[in-house]
């Protein structure tokens, strides 16, 4: 099967890890989480464990994590149509 670039898409796809919350999560639970996430990912310790797997982690606040989501469920949406794997809606 050729790849998206071989026929003709130029793509390329990180993949990224979050953690989400349900819809209507009052904002000071929201806050703490975002705190509590900051700092362990800054530490050495994750940072050391995260190394091991070659994975670099980044910290991202719970706004900026929401519209990245978003544009990433448009984007592949978009070329899910482009290349026949989704239905256009009707």
Do not use: C, H, Y
């Not at 000071?28 to 900051?38: D, G, P, T």
């Not at 464990?49 to 670099?56: N, S, Y």
């Not at 994590?65 to 239905?87: H, N, P, T, V």
Request: hydrophobic share 45%; glycine share 6%.
């Amino acid at each position: 099967m050729p790849t998206a670039r071989e026929q003709g898409f130029d793509v390329a796809l990180d993949s990224w890890r979050g953690i989400a919350v349900p819809r209507g999560t009052p904002g000071e639970v929201i806050l703490k989480l975002e705190n509590s996430i900051r700092k362990t990912v800054e530490s050495a310790e994750f940072t050391a464990a995260a190394a091991k797997l070659a994975v670099r982690p980044a910290f991202m606040p719970a706004t900026e994590f929401s519209e990245l989501i978003a544009r990433e469920d448009a984007f592949l949406s978009r070329l899910m149509q482009q290349i026949g794997l989704k239905k256009p809606p009707s």
